[in-house]
């Protein structure tokens, strides 16, 4: 079974709106974290958000928000106020276990989603 | 910003020749990591070191090898390449910083 499940192989949004990328994860684990990476065509990885299991609250960071349902095992991003240089394909990826114990970040990706914004 | 280099940025090669990928971090972390890339899919881990003396493979078997005699300095190496090993190759670490895995710029690696 996947791990990290990213439904959507690409998005369209338009300047200055607001787009949601999916992500859905599975794990046993009851302690493990969730990231949010971007990668523009030139192929570097941008790190843009993180999310505890057992953090309560939604983790943001400036137009970025993750949407964290536990239950569901799901953990959305949220990019508000889309920019045209928001155009990449972003990840979505687990570490399971606890940091020290886990491997560090030793990091599971999904398949990426490719986000177009237009104007 | 991220202190973490790799070397080449692009190489192109002939089939059986010895590579050596380039990774170094000037942070001090103790965790470094190896995944790969095929143009437009995830990454998959395929090494990964805890410190110093410290080399595990990932979830992704792979014909390379890494060593990691200084904390800095996590190279990979491929003794035979070939066309198969096309792909991209990304370098990261992690230290004190959980939330954070930091990642190089990636070896673009291309076996004729």
């Known amino acids: 079974a996947q791990k990290i499940t990213q439904t959507q192989p690409g998005m369209f949004v338009q300047e200055k709106e607001a787009v949601t990328l999916d992500c859905t994860y599975d794990?046993?684990?009851?302690?493990?974290?969730l990231f949010w990476y971007k990668q523009p065509s030139s192929g570097e990885m941008i790190f843009l958000i993180y999310q505890g299991s057992y953090d309560e609250q939604n983790a943001t960071e400036g137009r970025y928000s993750l949407n964290f349902q536990k239950a569901r095992k799901s953990a959305n991003l949220v990019i508000s106020a889309s920019q045209l240089g928001d155009s990449a394909m972003y990840f979505c990826?687990?570490?399971?276990?606890?940091?020290?114990?886990?491997?560090?970040?030793?990091?599971?990706f999904g398949t990426g989603t490719q986000l177009k914004v237009e104007l | 910003e991220a202190d973490i280099y790799q070397t080449p940025r692009y190489l192109v090669i002939g089939t059986g020749k010895k590579i050596t990928l380039e990774c170094s971090q000037t942070m001090g972390h103790d965790k470094m990591y190896w995944y790969q890339q095929d143009p437009g899919m995830e990454l998959h881990l395929i090494h990964y070191s805890y410190g110093v003396n410290s080399t595990e493979k990932g979830d992704l078997s792979s014909e390379s090898t890494v060593s990691r005699i200084r904390t800095e300095h996590f190279p990979l190496t491929l003794e035979s390449a070939r066309p198969s090993h096309t792909s991209q190759y990304l370098c990261a670490s992690t230290g004190g910083a959980k939330e954070k895995l930091f990642f190089g710029s990636g070896t673009q690696l291309s076996v004729l």
């Open positions: 794990t046993s684990d009851q302690s493990y974290g």
């Open positions: 990826a687990m570490r399971e276990g606890q940091w020290l114990t886990g491997g560090g970040n030793k990091l599971t």
